[in-house]
Antibody, heavy 117, light 108 residues
């Protein structure tokens, strides 16, 4: 069974750094892209970018380029999304999902990030 | 970037009625790489339809997708209580991939 299990909810202050994770299992982690999707409170879905864990090839949406970093550690089948300096506007639920330029069939459960002073 | 515009924003219907949701793209999706997702409160989105009209595994046949070029439609033939949710379209043929703003199907 394909599963993507994300790290838990986080509460951070503006300016702090954060790295959230997404662990894949039940399939060959290095053979499928992983996407990150943002959902701000009460809003729609936004595609942030993707990574191919096999070779760490990474693509970003222009809207998120330079604001976040997507990475992966294939040795532990885990993808990451990180920020160096959080803003209140980064408060959202972040989903990982399996897929690059393909439909997103499998999703993580989501990680709620709250940034507040 | 391809912009997807979904309409209406909210659809108020009763169980048993037919729902028709629209997704319009700012450029032609020549490869028909369009998907539909369902999202319920507090849950991750679920893939319903991909390739414009192919149902994902386990999706009931009351859900159907159609369209081409810039105009796409998700139809729910007879609404079941569990179908009241928010629906998003997504194009996955051109980077950056993009989602529509969503249509909420609510109980009338």
């Amino acid at each position: 069974e394909v599963q993507l299990v994300q790290s838990g909810a986080e509460v951070k202050k503006p300016g702090e750094s954060l790295k959230i994770s997404c662990k894949g299992s039940g399939y060959s982690f290095t053979s499928y892209w992983i996407a990150w999707v943002r959902q701000m409170p009460g809003k729609g879905l936004e595609w942030m970018g993707i990574i191919y864990p096999g070779d760490s090839d990474t693509r970003y949406s222009p809207s998120f380029q330079g604001r976040v970093t997507i990475s992966a550690d294939k040795s532990i089948s885990t993808a990451y999304l990180q920020w160096t300096s959080l803003k209140a506007s980064d408060s959202a639920t972040y989903y990982c999902a399996r897929g690059g330029r393909e439909p997103l069939r499998y999703w993580g459960q989501g990680a709620l990030v709250t940034v507040s002073s | 970037e391809i912009v997807l515009t979904q309409s209406p924003g909210t659809l108020s219907l009763s169980p048993g009625e037919r729902a028709t949701l629209s997704c319009r793209a700012s450029q032609s999706l020549s490869n028909s790489f369009l998907a539909w997702y369902q999202q319920k409160p507090g849950q991750a989105p679920r893939l319903l339809i991909y390739g414009t009209s192919t149902r994902a595994t386990g999706i009931p046949d009351r859900f159907s997708g159609s369209g081409s070029g810039t105009d796409f439609t998700l139809t729910i033939s007879r609404l079941e209580p569990e179908d009241f949710a928010v629906y998003y379209c997504q194009q996955y043929g051109s980077s950056p991939l993009t989602f529509g703003g969503g249509t909420e199907v609510e109980i009338k």
